[in-house]
């Protein structure tokens, strides 16, 4: 975390190291390069949010490196800060996207929304505008806390900007993975899905990379907001207290290593591999669709004669 202002070691409460930031910049370029890379192959141009998640990772350690090596370079620092905090934020809101393969509603979509706890639709509208206001308050509270240069008040309010940004992300990014949680249970237990066994298994390994992915965003976010909830400001002292503050080892361990797994996960799962380019194409195709239409033709015919059955004579 970059705080301060000039001192012994520029804008951090410890002598951060170039080299770390370097390897995670190195990393998480190639990884951009990769999703780029995958999203022409399979022509997944709905990978875009997570492909700038990626983008400001890496934007993010190449300006670390320049506020540890330059002490004056106060506008690098607050754009560290800022895309180090915010990334994330897109990588999860990336499994929420209307369009988007990772996300939920285009799962249901291609399998059928009949097995989810909510409407596929309605999804991206209950998410969508929690994430809009996650990452407003967690940049806004970053750049505030990255400029404050040892102000306490400003450190106050960034601090609690960034709690209730991190706070919310985890709660409804928690709810949106139970929605998911029950999707899956409930779809790989249909057995009107039963003879599509090997396209439910092929998506198997899609659902994989969502859980690992999305127990490692939500691990970084819970470990986020510990850091900053630990912070104190006592009175008498110039400055505020708390173990990530002044260490280093902990942003790599719980931030920069969970998210580069999480990203990983979607390169070496990509939704490419298993749902199909095709806009409205479900599984099992035109059969599906009259199998479908047949039990809704049925369910119906049943209910007219229940009604007349019912009717007095």
Known sequence: MGLKGNGPHGFFYYDASVPAAIVFAVIFAIL??????????YKTTFMVVIIIAVGMELLGYITRIISIKNTDALWANIVSQTT?????????????????ALALGSV????????????????TKIFVGADILEILTQAGGAALLAGAQGN??????ARDLLLAGLSLQVVTF???????????????RA????????????????????????LLITGRSIYRTAEFGEVSFESGHATPDGYALTHEWPLYVFD?????LSVLAFNVFHPGQFLPIRKGAIIGGKLRMFNAYIRVARQQSEESKSEINLQPV
Request: glycine share 6%.
């Open 152 to 157: 306490v008040d400003r450190m106050k309010k």
């Open 256 to 260: 920069s290593l969970p998210i580069f």
């Open 108 to 123: 249901m979509s291609f399998v059928g929304s009949e097995y989810g706890l909510i409407n596929h639709n309605k999804i």
């Open 191 to 214: 057995e009107a899905l039963k003879p599509y066994q090997s396209e439910m298994k092929n998506l198997r390994r899609l659902w994989y990379a969502f859980y690992v992915s999305a």
């Open 174 to 188: 928690g709810i949106f993975v139970f929605v998911a949680i029950a999707y899956d249970w409930r779809s790989s």
């Open 84 to 100: 180090l905090v915010v990334a994330p934020a897109f990588l999860a809101a990336n499994g929420k996207q209307p369009n988007d």
């Open 32 to 41: 951009l390069g990769l999703h780029i890379w995958q999203i022409v192959k």
